[in-house]
Every structure is written in structure tokens, then in C-alpha cells.
């Protein structure tokens, strides 16, 4: 499954887009564990990350699709 990654999580990782590797019945919560896991640069980043699924913020126990287009967006502020 690619994921898209913004601001700091895309510098961490050095790449706005990676994939990762889950089960079929995966959840979100899933995706943020093993994006912790596959990836440590951004690990520290995630404990404030919301994923959204199909361009809509999505809850942890929402169940992942191959063909779902997933973002990782970290909170940002501005004025």
C-alpha cells in the first residue's frame, strides 16, 4: 500500500511517497505501527499523526483497502 507523506514526515523520510507492506483486514492503527516499525525516522513523528483514507480523516479501527489512497498528516500550525 503507498502511503503519502507531508511536511515534517516527508522530510524525515526523504520522500513524499512509501509503501508499506500489510495484512489483508489491516486497520489504520496497523498502518501507523508499522510505519513506526519499517521506517524509525519517522516514528517519533507519528504519536500526533492523523491518517486519512480516501481524502477523509479516518479512525484507528477503520479497515484499509488495497486500492485506498492513504495520507499521513502530522498537525500544523500557522496563521
Do not use: C, W
Not at 519517522?42 to 499523526?49: D, R, T, W, Y
Amino acid at each position: 500500500m503507498y502511503v503519502k507523506l507531508f511536511a515534517g514526515l516527508r522530510e524525515a523520510a526523504g520522500s513524499d511517497r512509501i509503501t508499506v507492506q500489510l495484512p489483508a483486514g489491516a486497520t489504520v492503527a496497523d498502518l501507523v505501527a508499522a510505519l513506526g516499525r519499517d521506517f524509525p525516522a519517522i516514528a517519533p513523528l507519528l504519536g500526533s499523526v492523523r491518517v486519512a483514507v480516501n481524502q477523509g480523516f479516518a479512525d484507528p479501527a477503520t479497515v484499509l483497502h488495497e486500492a485506498d489512497e492513504v495520507a499521513a498528516i502530522p498537525p500544523v500550525s500557522g496563521g
